[in-house]
T-cell receptor, first 111, second 113 residues
Framework: KQEVTQIPAALSVPEGENLVLNCSFTDSAIYNLQWFRQDPGKGLTSLLLIQSSQREQTSGRLNASLDKSSGRSTLYIAASQPGDSATYLCAVTGTASKLTFGTGTRLQVTL | DVKVTQSSRYLVKRTGEKVFLECVQDMDHENMFWYRQDPGLGLRLIYFSYDVKMKEKGDIPEGYSVSREKKERFSLILESASTNQTSMYLC????????????FGPGTRLTVT
């Protein structure tokens, strides 16, 4: 059974810092990996999707990498801003298009 | 842009009531999903559907049923609501191969008293 782990569970950084969020998964037979953002009490917003054949994806200040063989992904956020404060979830798509989620990293960017 | 809408943002129901949560997507996606999200437990898959009138159990289907009569609409039904079904319910839809990218609705916060 696929298991997804995210480290750290919570992170607080001052504005302007670059930061890395980590995600690991146990079964490398995945179709893709998605990174989501969730604000308190809200739904999930898709940030980046990396297909299994890709190594990384970039969107603005966000860069996500994927090392399928080692079961790892990282989300890099450059020049963090208070508006980046949210919970970040990674999820992998396995068989039958089902997602398995990590438990998330709660990020706080302070002024 | 893909849009997934859910019928209610907040819902309060009494124990034993029958509850319907509705989800509609506008991107002609084949796949639709219902999750619940609880503190400390993360997101858990309740049911999903590959096509109209098709449904598959997820990880925690007990106490729930679903209906998909039209491609764009996927309903979650709590036959007899209980307090342990108080939760945030999230609907999602996804395209088929090769991307399987999932898009989520805003969620329904259900409280059962």
């Amino acid at each position: 059974k696929q298991e997804v782990t995210q480290i750290p569970a919570a992170l607080s950084v001052p504005e302007g810092e670059n930061l890395v969020l980590n995600c690991s998964f146990t079964d490398s037979a995945i179709y893709n990996l998605q990174w989501f953002r969730q604000d308190p009490g809200k739904g999930l917003t898709s940030l980046l999707l990396i297909q299994s054949s890709q190594r990384e994806q970039t969107s603005g200040r966000l860069n996500a990498s994927l090392d399928k063989s080692s079961g790892r992904s990282t989300l890099y956020i450059a020049a963090s801003q208070p508006g980046d404060s949210a919970t970040y979830l990674c999820a992998v798509t396995g068989t039958a298009s089902k997602l398995t989620f990590g438990t998330g990293t709660r990020l706080q960017v302070t002024l | 842009d893909v849009k997934v809408t859910q019928s209610s943002r907040y819902l309060v129901k009494r124990t034993g009531e029958k509850v319907f949560l509705e989800c509609v997507q506008d991107m002609d996606h084949e796949n639709m999903f219902w999750y619940r999200q609880d503190p400390g437990l993360g997101l858990r898959l309740i049911y999903f559907s590959y096509d109209v009138k098709m449904k598959e159990k997820g990880d925690i289907p007990e106490g729930y049923s679903v209906s998909r009569e039209k491609k764009e609409r996927f309903s979650l039904i709590l036959e007899s609501a209980s307090t342990n079904q108080t939760s945030m319910y999230l609907c999602a839809s996804s395209s088929d191969r090769p991307l399987y990218e999932q898009y989520f609705g805003p969620g329904t916060r259900l409280t059962v008293t």
